[in-house]
C-alpha cells in the first residue's frame, strides 16, 4: 500500500464499501469501547496474569474449538491440514495438559494456518461482499459474516456444552431448557476469550493512531488484504 498515493486510489485496494457511513460510526464506537472499557481491563488482567499464563488460557481457547478449524480444512479438500489439526487437538489434550500447553507446535512441529468457513465459501465462489463492521465484533464482509454464524453452529460447545443450538436428540452438559446458565457461561466465556486476547496485544497497535491519517481505511485496507492472503 503506497502512502504516497491518493487516499481515492487507497481505499480502492480494499473491499466494497457501501455501508461507510454506518461503518465509520460503529468502529468509532467499537474504538471507544476498547479506550474506556476493553484496554483499561486488560492491562489491570495483564498486571495480575503473568504472559506464560495468559498464553495457556490462548492456548485451551483454541484447542477446545479445534472442530469448526477441522471440519473447514475438510470442506476445502485439505486433508493435510485437517491431519494436522486432529493430530494437535489430541497431543495437546493429552500431553498438552488439556491444551493449557501446546507440545504438537514446540515438540512435533504440527502447525497449519486456521481455517474458517469464510475461507471456505470463498473457494467455493462466494465473492466477499461489501465491508461490514459491527459492535463488539471484528471487522468483516458480508461473506465473512455468515462464515462466522457458521461457525458458530460447527463448534460443539455451542451445541454440547453450552447449548444455543439445540440439536435433538443430542444431549448437552448443560440441558437446553436451562437458557439462563448456558448464556451466562457463553457470555462469560466470550469475554474471558477476548479480555485475555486484548492483554496479549496491548503492545501491538501501541501508536498506530497517531502514525495513521485515516485509521479507519487503514484498517478496512489491511483486513482485505489479509483475508484476500488467506
Same mark, same amino acid.
Given at each position: ?30 474504538? $471507544?469501547?476498547?479506550? &474506556?472499557?476493553? @484496554? *483499561?481491563?486488560?492491562? =489491570?488482567?495483564?498486571?495480575? #496474569? /503473568? ?68 475461507? $471456505?465459501?470463498?473457494? &467455493?465462489?462466494? @465473492? *466477499?461482499?461489501?465491508? =461490514?463492521?459491527?459492535?463488539? #465484533? /471484528? ?92
Amino acid at each position: 500500500d503506497d502512502p504516497f498515493a491518493r487516499l481515492d486510489e487507497r481505499t480502492s485496494v480494499g473491499v466494497p464499501d457501501p455501508w461507510e457511513p454506518f461503518n465509520t460510526a460503529m468502529f468509532e464506537f467499537n474504538r $471507544t469501547v476498547d479506550k &474506556y472499557a476493553l @484496554k *483499561p481491563v486488560a492491562q =489491570l488482567y495483564n498486571f495480575v #496474569l /503473568p504472559d506464560a499464563v495468559q498464553i495457556g488460557v490462548d492456548n485451551f481457547f483454541r484447542n477446545v474449538r479445534f472442530v469448526p478449524r477441522f471440519v473447514n480444512n475438510l470442506l476445502q479438500a485439505k486433508a493435510k491440514g485437517a491431519g494436522i489439526e486432529m493430530g494437535r487437538f489430541l497431543i495437546n489434550s493429552t500431553v498438552g495438559i488439556g491444551g493449557f500447553f501446546d507440545p504438537a507446535k514446540h515438540f512435533w512441529q504440527l502447525s497449519t494456518p486456521d481455517e474458517d468457513a469464510g475461507q $471456505t465459501l470463498a473457494v &467455493y465462489g462466494m @465473492k *466477499p461482499g461489501p465491508y =461490514l463492521v459491527l459492535p463488539f #465484533l /471484528p471487522p468483516l464482509t458480508l461473506r465473512d459474516g455468515i462464515g462466522f454464524v457458521v461457525d458458530l453452529a460447527l463448534d460443539p460447545i455451542n451445541w454440547l456444552v453450552f447449548p444455543i443450538i439445540e440439536v435433538r436428540h443430542i444431549p448437552s452438559v448443560v440441558a437446553h431448557k436451562n437458557r439462563v446458565t448456558s448464556t451466562i457461561a457463553q457470555f462469560g466465556t466470550r469475554v474471558g476469550m477476548i479480555m485475555n486476547d486484548r492483554s496479549l496485544n496491548l503492545d501491538t497497535f501501541q501508536g498506530v493512531e497517531a502514525a495513521t491519517v485515516d485509521l479507519y481505511v487503514a484498517v478496512r485496507n489491511a483486513y482485505a488484504q489479509k483475508r484476500a492472503k488467506a
